[in-house]
C-alpha cells in the first residue's frame, strides 16, 4: 500500500464532512516501511489534510437562529361598533338585538347589510319587517361587519323611532359600543 492511499483515504473522509482517526492513519504510514524522507514527506501531507479539517470546523456556518415568533399586529383599519338613534337598543341572549316596546309603532323595518371590504360600502343582505310589538332579532354575526338599520313606523308610515348599528361582527359584539349623536 502506498502512502498515497492512506491520504487519500483521509480526504474522502474530511470531504464527507467526518474527522478521521488521525493517530491510526500516521500509524499506517509509519508501519509502510518507507524510507525516513519519504514518510515525513507523507506525514506532512497528512497534517495538511488534518489542518483543513480543522479550518473547516472553526468555521461551520452558522446554524439559523430560530426565526422570533411574530408578534400579532393589530389591524391596520379597525371597525369599532357605533350607535346611532332616539330608542335603546342592547344586547339581549346571544346574538340577539334587544328593545323596550313601543305603542306608537306598529312595524319594525329591520335592514341588515354587510360590507365585506373595510374600505367599502355596506351593501344590503336582507330585510324585511317584524311586528309592532317585536322586542328583538337574530343577528347573523360573523367576521364581516354588519350594519342594522331598525326603523320603527307608525300605522300613517312616519318614522317614530330609529337605530343604526354599524361595525358589528363577533369580534366586536363584546365591545363597548361607541354611541353618536342622532339628529332626532
Known amino acids: 500500500m502506498e502512502p498515497e492511499t492512506i491520504i487519500a483515504e483521509a480526504r474522502a473522509l474530511v470531504a464527507a464532512g467526518r474527522d478521521p ?4 492513519l500516521r500509524d499506517r504510514i509509519r508501519g509502510l516501511g518507507l524510507a525516513t524522507a519519504e514518510q515525513r514527506d507523507a506525514l506532512r501531507r497528512l497534517e495538511r489534510v488534518g489542518a483543513v ?3 473547516r470546523s472553526s468555521v461551520r456556518p452558522a446554524v439559523p437562529a430560530a426565526a422570533p415568533t411574530p408578534v400579532p399586529r393589530p389591524a391596520l383599519l379597525r371597525t369599532r361598533a357605533t ?13 340577539s ?3 323596550k316596546p313601543e305603542r306608537a309603532v306598529t312595524v319594525w323595518e329591520l335592514r341588515i347589510s354587510t360590507r365585506p371590504d373595510l ?9 324585511g319587517e317584524l311586528p309592532g310589538d317585536a ?3 337574530e343577528l347573523p354575526l360573523g367576521d364581516t361587519p354588519l350594519r342594522v338599520h331598525l326603523l320603527g313606523r307608525d300605522r300613517g308610515g312616519r318614522l317614530v323611532r330609529r337605530a343604526i348599528l354599524s361595525g358589528l361582527t363577533r369580534e366586536t359584539w363584546a365591545d363597548r359600543w361607541q354611541r353618536r349623536a342622532s339628529a332626532s
Do not use: P
Open 53 to 55: 479539517r480543522r479550518a
Open 21 to 24: 482517526d488521525w493517530k491510526k
Open 97 to 99: 338585538l334587544v328593545w
Open 83 to 95: 350607535i346611532t338613534g332616539n330608542m335603546d337598543v342592547r344586547r339581549g341572549d346571544g346574538d
Open 135 to 137: 322586542t328583538s332579532v
Open 119 to 127: 374600505r367599502a360600502d355596506y351593501e344590503v343582505r336582507e330585510s
